[in-house]
């Protein structure tokens, strides 16, 4: 297999919200629905943005990766729910 280059998001990369939104509508519709042809499609295109290259050669490597590089690539892309802490309740004002 040729070498990949994947473009990790980090916490200083514009977009979080429109990615880990992406990633909960992924989690969810694999809770009510299960994993099904459409979402993994879904998903292997969602993921093929953050590979550098031809976005058909990236997709191809998506189809192709082991599950656990798949997750791995899915987690870091989306960033975690698990990281982040519930809103509290009422607000907090800082003075």
């Known amino acids: 297999m040729a070498t990949v280059t994947v473009k990790i998001p980090d916490k200083n990369t514009p977009g979080f919200a429109r990615r880990l939104y992406r990633a909960a509508q992924f989690q969810e519709r694999v809770k009510s629905e299960g994993f099904t042809p459409d979402l993994v499609s879904g998903m292997i295109e969602f993921m093929a943005d953050y590979i550098e290259g031809d976005k058909e ?4 490597y ?18 975690s729910t698990e990281q982040i802490p519930p809103p509290k309740l009422e607000p907090t004002v800082t003075p």
């Not at 050669?57 to 191809?60: G, H, L, R």
């Not at 192709?64 to 987690?75: M, P, S």
Request: hydrophobic share 35%.
């Open 62 to 79: 998506l189809w192709d990766c082991t599950e656990t590089q798949f997750n791995e690539l899915l987690g870091a892309v989306g960033g």
């Open 57 to 60: 050669q990236a997709k191809e």
